[in-house]
């Protein structure tokens, strides 16, 4: 059961990462491999302020958004005047420092070795140390990163990101400044990755560069495809699909390196085939491979 819980925490975690990504990515058509940076940032912010220097768990938290929201403009200013593969080649190399970072800077991160003992979070006097205590913190972040993301989504914003998706320079033409908007897409998905970030950190209680690499980011991109990009809830059964459904073949009683290989097959295949038969994911509104 305690493994079934862990699952279930660790899908809501990558469905708020899904989320959060897809408004860039489906609402806004930036193809971006720097999400799992932010994801870092935050699990790193809570674990040196609230583990190693005994701050709260507010201001761990806090502080992760607010670095990541800065990275983030300051990436999207450099990186968004590129277009198409470039930006993606310039978030991906963007990610490749910040796991160097985050690898190498042994006085702050501790490097490989990661940062132990980061103590369970106090929320409005509520101790989170049962799986279960997960589980309602993360769908409550999962609810609020859903309306946030449907907000920002719809009315004139939403219209505006989706005309910079289809044609940005139709919406140039209209007198938009197509550059703030998207500047504010990629920080709101910073934001949430970030909260995502800390949520990890406090739940696991152990953070090392290798949960936050660029397979990291390319696992929340599959996520968003294989699920639907510009869909309410595609990130979510995306994230079901490749987090939650490959566990089940460790109970199919295979060798654990068969069980292993299989389940990479199993993820290739299911975006391979996602990819060429349904480009728009499974319940998908926009056609990702345009």
């Known amino acids: 059961m305690d493994y079934v819980l862990h699952i279930l925490v660790m899908m809501l975690i990558y469905s708020i990462l899904s989320v959060s990504l897809d408004l860039a990515v489906g609402h806004t058509g930036l193809v971006s491999l720097a999400h799992a940076s932010f994801y870092g940032v935050g699990a790193y912010a809570s674990a040196i302020l609230c583990g190693l220097m005994g701050f709260s768990f507010w201001v761990g938290i806090s502080a992760g958004i607010v670095v990541a929201a800065l990275m983030s403009v300051g990436l999207s200013i450099m990186s968004l005047r590129l277009s198409e593969d470039y930006f993606a080649i310039g978030t991906f190399s963007f990610g490749l420092v910040v796991s160097s970072v985050l690898t ?42 859903v309306i946030v993301v449907r907000h920002f989504s719809s009315h004139q914003f939403g219209r505006v990101i989706h005309c910079i998706r289809e044609d940005e320079v139709l919406a140039q033409s209209f007198g938009k400044n197509t550059l703030s908007f998207k500047v504010t897409v990629f920080a709101l998905g910073a934001c949430f990755a970030a909260v995502a970030g800390s949520l990890y950190a406090h739940y696991i209680s152990f953070v090392d560069p290798t949960s936050f690499s660029i397979n990291e980011s390319i696992l929340i991109l599959s996520i968003v495809i294989v699920g639907g990009p510009a869909s309410r809830f595609g990130p979510i059964i995306g994230a079901i699909l490749l987090v939650g459904v490959p566990e089940v073949l460790r109970f199919a009683g295979l060798p654990f390196s068969v069980a292993a290989d299989l389940r990479q097959i199993l993820y290739g295949g299911v975006l391979v085939g996602i990819v060429l038969f349904r480009p728009q994911g499974i319940a998908g509104n926009y056609e990702f491979r345009r």
């Open 104 to 145: 190498n800077w042994l006085s702050v991160t501790r490097g490989p070795f990661g940062i132990p003992g980061v103590p369970p979070p106090i929320i409005f006097g509520w101790t989170v140390r049962s799986q279960v205590g997960y589980l309602v913190a993360g769908a409550t972040v999962l609810a609020m990163a």
